[in-house]
């Protein structure tokens, strides 16, 4: 099935850069959001719904 339809295609590497950039882009924020230097804001986030109301300048 796959060869016949990659059989007309000009370009059959066209997928595969695809597949490729896709893991790098996905990579690249996995990494961002969990390497990058984020904790301090992830602790005042884990805070936020036991802090009184009022308290760490959200109402």
Partial sequence: MYKQFYQGMSL???PLFALVLFIAIFLGVCAWVFIGRR???FD???????AE????GHE
């Fill in 44 to 50: 005042a986030l884990s805070k936020m719904p036991l």
């Fill in 12 to 14: 059959t590497e066209l």
């Fill in 39 to 41: 904790s301090q804001d």
């Fill in 53 to 56: 109301r009022g308290e760490g």
